[in-house]
C-alpha cells in the first residue's frame, strides 16, 4: 500500500451530498481553498435518492414560521432546541432563493393541470405538517437539487473534487502527540483506486458524512451510509448526541427486485391510506387505532403501528392505498414512484402498494452549535451526521433537506468570521502521513463479511422500532466481542473499504446500543417497552456519549 504526501487545502469537506456540497461553495465563496472527499461519484449520496421535498414557509397567507416551528417541536417530542428550529425555519425562504437562483426547478401548479395558480408552487403535505410547506421536484427532489450543487462544485477553479477516496480517521492533536487544545488538523482518506493512503491538512474539516441505515439490515439509505461521519468524530473525542433516535421510514416498497425503494411520505401527503389484510383477506385501515392524524401521523407513530400490525397478523407488509386518485394525476405527481411501482405489477391508480419499515433517518449524530461547529476547534459537522437540536426525538417531514442547507451557510459563515482563529489551531510542524505499521494482506475477508451481516441482523433484531432492556443487554455484549476482533483486524491487516466501513458499523451500532440504554423513557423514536411512559424530567436533556481521551 503506497502512501501520499501531505495535501494541502483552507478547508476539507467530507461528503458529496446537500449539506456537503452547500458547505463546499460557501466556503469557496470567501477565496478559500475545499477539497470534497467523497467515497463514490459525486452525486453518490442519500441526498440523491429523497423523495418528499424540502419543508419551507412559501405561502404565507395560509402558512407562518409559527406554525413550522409548532409542527416541528411537536413531532420533536419534547427534544427539540427551540431557539434553534426557529432560526433553521425562518432561514428557509432565503435558502431556497439561492437555490432556485443556481437553477433548481420545483414543481408548480400549472405543471399539475391547474391553469388558474400556474405560477404557484406546487406544495406538498407530509406526516405531522398541519399546512401545505413541502416544496418539491415531482418526486424526485433530491436528484434536481443534487445535479445543481454539483454542476456549481464542478466548475468552481476553488474546489477540487476527490472522488472514490473513503475517509479513515480525522487528524486530531491528541492522537498524534501535540499538547493541548485537542484540535483537528485535517483527516487521512483512502484513494481506493490506486491503493494510497492520503493526508489531507486543512484549516477546518467539516464532516458531511449522512447516515447510518446500513448499520440495519433493512434500510432505505445507499450503500454509503455506514455512519462514517460519527464514527470517526467518536475516535476523535468529539461528543456525540442522542444516538438512540432513529428514525424508520413507514413505507418502503415491499418486494426483493426493488429492495430500498422508498415510498415518499408525501403519498399519504395526497391521501393515501394505509391498510391491512385482516382475517377474511379483505384491506382494512387501521391508523384510526394509534393516533387522531391517522395515516398522517407522524413516522415514530406509523412506523410502530405497522411493525405492530405486521406482528400480530404475520403478514410480511401493509399496503398504501391511493387508488381514488386517477392514473394521469399519479403519474404527474409521482412519475418516479408511479414507474417504479409498474415494474412489480402495482398500478398505484389500481392496485395498494405492499410497504414495510426501514433504517430511515438518525435523528442524534455529532454535537454541534446551530453554526456546526463541534467541542474540538477546526472540527465541523453539517447535514444527518450532525445533531443541532433541530429534529428532537422524531425528524419532522423533510425539515432535514432545510436543516442542511441552513446549517452549511451558517458554518460557512462562523468559520469565515473565525478564520483567522482557526489557521492559528493549525499548530507547528507537518502534520505525520500514513503509517502501514507491519499490518499484512488479508487472507481472510470472510471475516469482514460474517461480522457485517451479524451486527446488521442483530440491530434489526434487538435495536429497532421497538426494544426491550434485555434486547438491548443482548445486543451490547455482541457487539463488544465483534468491535474487539474487528479492531485487531484493522491494526493487522492492509486496510480496504469493506473493513474501514465495517470499522465504522461497528462504532456507530455501538453508539446507538449506549444511547438506547442510557435513555430510560420511550420518548420519539425510543420506545422501550420496559420504560413505556415519557419521563417529563428527561425533557431537552441529550444522551451524550464521549470516548475518554
Known amino acids: 500500500m503506497k502512501v501520499s504526501d501531505c495535501l494541502e487545502f483552507d478547508h476539507i469537506v467530507v461528503g458529496s451530498g446537500l449539506a456537503g456540497l452547500s458547505t463546499a461553495l460557501h466556503l469557496a465563496e470567501s477565496g478559500g481553498s475545499v477539497a470534497i472527499i467523497t467515497k463514490r461519484i459525486i452525486d453518490e449520496c442519500n441526498t440523491k435518492y429523497a423523495q418528499g421535498g424540502i419543508a419551507c414557509v412559501m405561502d404565507v397567507k395560509k402558512d407562518s414560521f409559527e406554525d413550522h416551528v409548532k409542527d416541528t417541536l411537536n413531532a420533536g417530542a419534547g427534544m427539540c432546541k427551540e431557539d434553534i428550529v426557529r432560526k433553521i425555519v425562518e432561514a428557509g425562504p432565503e ?24 405560477d404557484e408552487y406546487d406544495l406538498g403535505r407530509e406526516g405531522g405538517h398541519t399546512k401545505r410547506r413541502v416544496l418539491h421536484s415531482g418526486d424526485i427532489t433530491g436528484e434536481e437539487v443534487e445535479r445543481i450543487l454539483v454542476e456549481s462544485c464542478c466548475t468552481n477553479d476553488k474546489i477540487k473534487i476527490f472522488e472514490n477516496h473513503i475517509a479513515i480517521d480525522l487528524i486530531v492533536t491528541h492522537r498524534i502527540g501535540w499538547s493541548g487544545t485537542n484540535r483537528c488538523l485535517g483527516i487521512y482518506a483512502l484513494d481506493y483506486e490506486n491503493n494510497i493512503v492520503k493526508t489531507f491538512r486543512g484549516a477546518t474539516t467539516t464532516l458531511a458524512t449522512g447516515g447510518i441505515g446500513k448499520v440495519y439490515l433493512y434500510t432505505s439509505n445507499p450503500d454509503i451510509a455506514c455512519g462514517g461521519g460519527v464514527a470517526m468524530a467518536y475516535r476523535a473525542g468529539a461528543k456525540i448526541a442522542n444516538m438512540e433516535f432513529i428514525q424508520f421510514h413507514p413505507t418502503i416498497l415491499y418486494h426483493p427486485s426493488l429492495r430500498s425503494f422508498l415510498i415518499s411520505e408525501a403519498v399519504r401527503g395526497e391521501g393515501a391510506i394505509l391498510k391491512r389484510r385482516n382475517e377474511n383477506g379483505n384491506l382494512v385501515e387501521f391508523m384510526h387505532k394509534y393516533h387522531p392524524m391517522q395515516s398522517l401521523a407522524p413516522r415514530d407513530v406509523v412506523a410502530r403501528a405497522i411493525d405492530n400490525e405486521m406482528k400480530r397478523s404475520g403478514e410480511e407488509c401493509v399496503y398504501l392505498d391511493i387508488t381514488h386518485h386517477s392514473e394521469e394525476t399519479l403519474r404527474k405527481r409521482f412519475p418516479n414512484i408511479f414507474e417504479k ?36 476547534p477546526g472540527l465541523y459537522a453539517v447535514g444527518e451526521a450532525a445533531s443541532t437540536g433541530l429534529h428532537g426525538a422524531n425528524r419532522l417531514a423533510s425539515n432535514s433537506l432545510l436543516e442542511a442547507l441552513v446549517i452549511a451557510k451558517l458554518s460557512s459563515k462562523h468559520i469565515k468570521e473565525n478564520i483567522a482563529e482557526l489557521k492559528k489551531y493549525q499548530a507547528p510542524g507537518n502534520v505525520p502521513v500514513w503509517t502501514c505499521g507491519n499490518a499484512t494482506d488479508s487472507d481472510e475477508l470472510v471475516v469482514i463479511a460474517h461480522n457485517w451481516d451479524e451486527i446488521r441482523h442483530f440491530m434489526w433484531d434487538y435495536v429497532g422500532i421497538f426494544r426491550t432492556n434485555k434486547r438491548l443487554e443482548r445486543a451490547k455484549a455482541r457487539i463488544k466481542l465483534i468491535r474487539k476482533e474487528i479492531e485487531k483486524y484493522y491494526w493487522d491487516f492492509l486496510i480496504t473499504p469493506d473493513l474501514i466501513e465495517l470499522r465504522n458499523i461497528a462504532s456507530t451500532a455501538e453508539i446507538i446500543i449506549d444511547s438506547a440504554l442510557n435513555r430510560k423513557e420511550s420518548r420519539g423514536l425510543n420506545y422501550n417497552a420496559d420504560y413505556p411512559y415519557i419521563d417529563p424530567d428527561l425533557a431537552c436533556i441529550d444522551t451524550i456519549i464521549q470516548r475518554i481521551i
Open 341 to 376: 411501482c409498474l415494474e412489480i405489477g402495482v398500478n398505484m391508480s389500481k392496485d395498494p402498494i405492499p410497504v414495510v419499515p426501514a433504517a430511515h433517518y438518525s435523528c442524534g449524530g455529532i454535537k454541534t452549535g446551530v453554526d456546526g461547529e463541534t467541542d474540538i
Open 95 to 118: 435558502v431556497i432563493q439561492e437555490l432556485i437562483d443556481k437553477g433548481a426547478h420545483f414543481t408548480t401548479r400549472g405543471e399539475l393541470g391547474d391553469s388558474k395558480h400556474k
